[in-house]
């Protein structure tokens, strides 16, 4: 059954994705400086880069096809993870580090997130989704809970305990939303 046609779509597709960042690493237009890619827009952790082109092909792969909607669907769990989650930790860095407020840049990303709303709201989650999305919540609390040790780029300071809550957090968020969306009706 996991050999069906689409799967090796959905390889390709995987092996595409590895290859331009691979490029993209050897020509240095991005760099790996520990947990980060350091890119000249911005940078991005690891985990984060992972967790996105995970969902991505774990979404085409529960689509069961290569073509536009399972492709927007993919394109949706990403920006979904990525969007709320942005939304949530840098509200709760803000409150407990006092983080100045960005309600425009993210009234905008909220957008984002409600479209990723829309296209799930119908469907019924399966139950590892919400499995998943009260874990995210979860170990947000707890992450709150044990003090929102955070580790950024350039700092001297490393906490495991921050990383495996920012890691299991996201990764929790990502595929709920993933499955959620990728099930078929």
Same mark, same amino acid.
């Given at each position: 059954?996991? =050999? %069906?046609?689409? =799967? ?25 400086? @520990?947990? *980060?890619?350091?890119? &000249?827009? #911005?940078?991005? %952790? ?17 689509? @069961?096809?290569?073509?536009?909607? &399972? ?11 990525? /969007?709320?989650?942005?939304?949530? *930790?840098?509200?709760?860095? #803000?409150?407990?580090? @006092?983080?100045?407020? %960005? ?7 909220? +957008? ?13 989650? &399966? ?6 999305? /009260? ?11 044990? +003090? ?5 780029? +350039? ?6 305990? /921050? ?18 969306? /990728?099930?078929?009706?």
């Amino acid at each position: 059954m996991i =050999f %069906r046609k689409h =799967f090796f779509d959905v390889i390709l597709v995987l092996v595409v994705i590895v290859a331009v960042i691979s490029v993209m690493l050897a020509a240095h237009v991005v760099t790996v400086d @520990g947990i *980060w890619f350091v890119c &000249p827009i #911005a940078n991005i %952790r690891v985990s984060t880069l992972v967790t996105a082109v995970f969902c991505f092909t774990l979404v085409l792969f529960l689509q @069961g096809k290569l073509l536009w909607k &399972p492709l927007y669907y993919a394109l949706l769990a990403v920006i979904f993870f990525l /969007g709320l989650y942005e939304i949530v *930790w840098y509200y709760l860095a #803000a409150y407990s580090f @006092g983080y100045e407020l %960005r309600i425009f840049q993210f009234a905008a990303l909220s +957008g984002w997130v409600l479209l990723c709303l829309k296209e799930v709201y119908p469907k019924k989650p &399966p139950k590892i989704s919400i499995v998943l999305y /009260g874990l995210f919540v979860v170990t947000m609390v707890l992450w709150v809970a044990t +003090g929102f040790e955070v580790n950024n780029l +350039g700092e001297a300071q490393f906490s495991v305990t /921050g990383e495996v809550f920012n890691a299991a957090s996201k990764v929790a968020l990502a595929l709920a939303y993933a499955v959620h969306i /990728g099930a078929k009706k």
